[in-house]
């Protein structure tokens, strides 16, 4: 089974959550090996990557990030799966950190945000989006 969207139970269960805290969103992407866009978007016949309609995704979306106070604090390109289903894979791994829900919501409701995210869709096959607490690190597990 394949996710790009959240269903309605988790969306619901993440809105339930206290939104006046920072909070750390773990993304995990799978891309396409060619997006696909919906028929009469302006990207459709560019022949784009998921890996290149993700890219435009971060520079549609990323002022409106950035302006939410959101910063991405970790980023990585997979390599192995250690523990997991050894058929798993990711290409892509980061964490976003945001000042709050609030902030959150605050993007994905923007206009020029929601415009943006049809790239999103367009370069996965698969993706996991994980909300954590913020704790703190060290040396220790």
């Known amino acids: ?74 980023r990585g390109a997979f390599q192995a799966m250690v523990t997991g289903p050894e058929d798993r894979r990711w290409h892509d791994g980061f964490v976003a950190q945001y000042p709050n829900s609030a902030a959150f919501f605050e993007m994905i409701k923007d206009p020029d945000y929601q415009r943006a995210v049809v790239n999103r869709t367009a370069a996965l096959i698969d993706s996991r989006l994980v909300r954590f607490k913020p704790g703190e690190g060290g040396e220790g597990f």
């Open 1 to 74: 089974m394949t996710y790009i969207d959240p269903s309605r139970a988790n969306f619901e269960a993440f809105k339930a959550l206290p939104r006046d805290e920072p909070i750390h969103m773990l993304n995990l992407l799978l891309y396409r090996d060619l997006a696909e866009y919906p028929e009469g978007h302006e990207h459709v016949d560019k022949g784009w990557t998921g890996r290149r309609a993700y890219q435009e995704y971060g520079a549609t979306s990323g002022p409106i990030f950035r302006r939410v106070g959101g910063t991405i604090i970790w």
